[in-house]
C-alpha cells in the first residue's frame, strides 16, 4: 500500500470558490476560516494572502518483489509525489525512495530501507483466458482487499499509449487498487492492476492489468539504470487501411505507413521517406503499427537494423542506427518548422463534389486547405475535417485546387478505386485514403 504526499496550491481567499456564493452566510464564513489560507488568523496586516502551502495525500497499492525492500506500483499513483510512504498489511509504515518510474508503461519502482521483506514472484508464463485470478489492493484507502475474478482477455489495447498489451479482468477492482498486483492460483504475480473500465466511475467488473513479462522487463531497467532505455526509429505511422492499400495499389495491408519521418531522425537519415510502407525488421515481419513501434522499443539504442520497406510497389531494405527514445522531446514539433511563411496566396476555390469537400487556399502557402466536408460523404466517412491541409496527392506535393484534382484524376486513369492524400492536421501528419467512383 503506497501513501503519496504531493504539494497542492494555496487557494486565495479574496473570492469563494465556485458555487459557493450560494451557500448560506455560516457555511461561507466556515469556508473562509478553515478551508482557505489567508482567512482569519492571517498576520501579515497588509491586505495580501501569505502562502501556505497544503499537501495532499493520494493512495494506491503497491508489492514487495524482493526482501530487501523493492517495491512495485504505477508510476501514476506517484506522479507529482513530494514523498513517499509505503504501508505494510501490518501497519507498519515506511518512507521510501523512488527509484525510476516509466510513463509509457504506466510502471514505477520504491525502495524501502530494510530487509527480510514478504515478497512475490512473477509467473513464469502467461495466463490463459478463462483462469481464475486474484486481485489485491487498496480501494477507496480501505486496506488490504482481495478481490475475485477470471482472465476475460490478454492483448487489450485501450489506447493509453503504442505500448498497451494489457490482460482484461473480469474482477471487482477500484479506485486505489492501482499498482496492486493480480495474483494466479498458484500465488505468483500475472499482472499489476493499472486501469478500469468505468462508463460511471464505479466498478463494473472490467479491468486491466500490465502482464508479468512486461513488469519485470520494465522494473529490471528500473532497477539497474533508474530508467527505462528505448530504441527510436524516428516516424509518424499508422495503419494501412483498405482504402490506403487501394489508393496504392497493392493487396494486404500488412506493415505500418510512414505517415512522417523527423528531420534528422534516425529513419530520415536512412532515406526511409514518408509514404513508405514499413513490413519487416531483421526480416521478422511487422502486422501493424502497434507491432513495429514494441519491436522497436525493445532494441537498444545505437544498434543497427535491417527495415523492409515497400516504396512504389518495390520492396527496398535500409540500414537504421536506431536514436534513444529518452532523448526525444520534440521532434512532432520540429517536423511542422521553417514553414515557408511568405509564400504568395493562392488563387481559386474548388469544390470535389464526389468526394464532399470544398478546398480552399492554406494561409501559409503550402497545401490546399479544406473549407467544408459533407457529413453523410466518402470524405466526411474516412475522417476528413474542416481545417485540415492536404499537402499531397499519392506522391505528389500539391499547392493549388488545379493539382488536387490532377492527383485525382491521375488515380482514376490509373485504375485505383481511391485516392490517398497526405493530410496535416491536429491529429498530426496521417494518410488518408478516400474511396471515389470511377466512371
Same mark, same amino acid.
Given at each position: 500500500?503506497? /501513501?503519496?504526499?504531493?504539494?497542492?496550491?494555496?487557494?486565495?481567499?479574496?473570492?469563494?470558490?465556485?458555487?459557493?456564493?450560494?451557500?448560506?452566510?455560516?457555511?461561507?464564513?466556515?469556508?473562509?476560516?478553515?478551508?482557505?489560507?489567508?482567512?482569519?488568523?492571517?498576520?501579515?496586516?497588509?491586505?495580501?494572502?501569505?502562502?501556505?502551502?497544503?499537501?495532499?495525500?493520494?493512495?494506491?497499492?503497491?508489492?514487495?518483489?524482493?526482501?530487501?525492500?523493492?517495491?512495485?506500483?504505477?508510476?501514476?499513483?506517484?506522479?507529482?509525489?513530494?514523498?513517499?510512504?509505503?504501508?505494510?498489511?501490518?501497519?507498519?509504515?515506511?518512507?521510501?525512495?523512488?527509484?525510476?518510474?516509466?510513463?509509457?508503461?504506466?510502471?514505477?519502482?520504491?525502495?524501502?530501507?530494510?530487509?527480510n521483506f514478504k515478497y512475490v514472484t512473477f509467473a513464469p508464463d502467461t495466463p490463459k483466458v478463462g483462469q481464475w485470478v486474484l486481485a489485491v489492493g487498496?480501494?477507496?484507502?480501505?486496506?488490504?482487499?482481495?478481490?475475485?475474478?477470471?482472465? /476475460?482477455?490478454?492483448?487489450?489495447?485501450?489506447?493509453?499509449?503504442?505500448?498497451?498489451?494489457?490482460?482484461?479482468?473480469?474482477?471487482?477492482?477500484?479506485?486505489?487498487?492501482?499498482?496492486?498486483?493480480?495474483?494466479?492460483?498458484?500465488?505468483?504475480?500475472?499482472?499489476?492492476?493499472?486501469?478500469?473500465?468505468?462508463?460511471?466511475?464505479?466498478?463494473?467488473?472490467?479491468?486491466?492489468?500490465?502482464?508479468?513479462?512486461?513488469?519485470?522487463?520494465?522494473?529490471?531497467?528500473?532497477?539497474?539504470?533508474?530508467?527505462?532505455?528505448?530504441?527510436?526509429?524516428?516516424?509518424?505511422?499508422?495503419?494501412?487501411?483498405?482504402?490506403?492499400?487501394?489508393?496504392?495499389?497493392?493487396?494486404?495491408?500488412?506493415?505500418?505507413?510512414?505517415?512522417?519521418?523527423?528531420?534528422?531522425?534516425?529513419?530520415?537519415?536512412?532515406?526511409?521517406?514518408?509514404?513508405?510502407?514499413?513490413?519487416?525488421?531483421?526480416?521478422?515481419?511487422?502486422?501493424?503499427?502497434?507491432?513495429?513501434?514494441?519491436?522497436?522499443?525493445?532494441?537498444?539504442?545505437?544498434?543497427?537494423?535491417?527495415?523492409?520497406?515497400?516504396?512504389?510497389?518495390?520492396?527496398?531494405?535500409?540500414?537504421?542506427?536506431?536514436?534513444?527514445?529518452?532523448?526525444?522531446?520534440?521532434?512532432?514539433?520540429?517536423?511542422?518548422?521553417?514553414?515557408?511563411?511568405?509564400?504568395?496566396?493562392?488563387?481559386?476555390?474548388? /469544390?470535389?463534389?464526389?468526394?464532399?469537400?470544398?478546398?480552399?487556399?492554406?494561409?501559409?502557402?503550402?497545401?490546399?486547405?479544406?473549407?467544408?466536408?459533407?457529413?453523410?460523404?466518402?470524405?466526411?466517412?474516412?475522417?476528413?475535417?474542416?481545417?485540415?491541409?492536404?499537402?499531397?496527392?499519392?506522391?505528389?506535393?500539391?499547392?493549388?485546387?488545379?493539382?488536387?484534382?490532377?492527383?485525382?484524376?491521375?488515380?482514376?486513369?490509373?485504375?485505383?478505386?481511391?485516392?490517398?492524400?497526405?493530410?496535416?492536421?491536429?491529429?498530426?501528419?496521417?494518410?488518408?485514403?478516400?474511396?471515389?467512383?470511377?466512371?
Amino acid at each position: 500500500m503506497d /501513501s503519496v504526499k504531493t504539494e497542492i496550491a494555496a487557494v486565495s481567499n479574496r473570492g469563494m470558490p465556485e458555487g459557493m456564493d450560494d451557500l448560506p452566510p455560516g457555511l461561507q464564513e466556515f469556508f473562509r476560516r478553515f478551508q482557505m489560507p489567508g482567512g482569519p488568523g492571517d498576520d501579515q496586516g497588509n491586505g495580501q494572502e501569505p502562502y501556505h502551502p497544503r499537501h495532499g495525500m493520494s493512495q494506491g497499492s503497491g508489492f514487495f518483489i524482493s526482501d530487501d525492500g523493492f517495491v512495485v506500483t504505477n508510476a501514476h499513483v506517484v506522479a507529482d509525489g513530494t514523498g513517499y510512504t509505503v504501508v505494510t498489511q501490518d501497519g507498519k509504515e515506511l518512507d521510501a525512495k523512488l527509484i525510476g518510474k516509466d510513463e509509457r508503461t504506466d510502471l514505477a519502482l520504491l525502495k524501502v530501507q530494510g530487509n527480510n521483506f514478504k515478497y512475490v514472484t512473477f509467473a513464469p508464463d502467461t495466463p490463459k483466458v478463462g483462469q481464475w485470478v486474484l486481485a489485491v489492493g487498496n480501494p477507496f484507502g480501505l486496506g488490504g482487499t482481495v478481490t475475485a475474478g477470471i482472465i /476475460s482477455a490478454e492483448g487489450r489495447d485501450i489506447g493509453s499509449g503504442p505500448y498497451d498489451n494489457f490482460l482484461q479482468i473480469d474482477a471487482p477492482v477500484n479506485r486505489g487498487n492501482s499498482g496492486g498486483p493480480t495474483f494466479n492460483v498458484h500465488g505468483q504475480v500475472v499482472g499489476v492492476n493499472t486501469a478500469i473500465f468505468s462508463p460511471s466511475g464505479g466498478n463494473v467488473g472490467i479491468a486491466f492489468a500490465i502482464p508479468a513479462d512486461t513488469v519485470s522487463e520494465i522494473v529490471g531497467d528500473l532497477k539497474d539504470k533508474g530508467i527505462v532505455t528505448r530504441g527510436w526509429l524516428g516516424v509518424q505511422i499508422q495503419p494501412v487501411t483498405d482504402d490506403i492499400a487501394k489508393s496504392l495499389g497493392i493487396d494486404n495491408t500488412h506493415g505500418a505507413i510512414v505517415a512522417d519521418a523527423t528531420p534528422d531522425g534516425p529513419a530520415q537519415g536512412a532515406g526511409i521517406k514518408t509514404g513508405d510502407i514499413i513490413t519487416k525488421v531483421n526480416g521478422t515481419e511487422v502486422a501493424n503499427p502497434k507491432e513495429l513501434s514494441e519491436t522497436i522499443a525493445k532494441l537498444e539504442p545505437g544498434a543497427k537494423v535491417n527495415v523492409t520497406v515497400v516504396r512504389d510497389g518495390k520492396e527496398q531494405n535500409l540500414s537504421v542506427t536506431l536514436g534513444n527514445l529518452g532523448d526525444f522531446d520534440k521532434s512532432e514539433q520540429a517536423s511542422k518548422d521553417n514553414k515557408n511563411k511568405d509564400a504568395a496566396p493562392q488563387e481559386g476555390h474548388g /469544390s470535389l463534389t464526389a468526394l464532399g469537400i470544398t478546398l480552399e487556399p492554406n494561409p501559409d502557402g503550402q497545401g490546399v486547405r479544406v473549407a467544408s466536408v459533407e457529413e453523410e460523404s466518402p470524405a466526411g466517412d474516412k475522417g476528413l475535417q474542416v481545417g485540415d491541409v492536404i499537402v499531397a496527392v499519392g506522391s505528389k506535393s500539391v499547392g493549388s485546387v488545379a493539382d488536387v484534382e490532377a492527383g485525382i484524376a491521375a488515380a482514376q486513369d490509373q485504375g485505383r478505386d481511391a485516392v490517398l492524400f497526405r493530410v496535416q492536421g491536429q491529429q498530426g501528419n496521417r494518410f488518408v485514403g478516400v474511396p471515389f467512383e470511377r466512371g
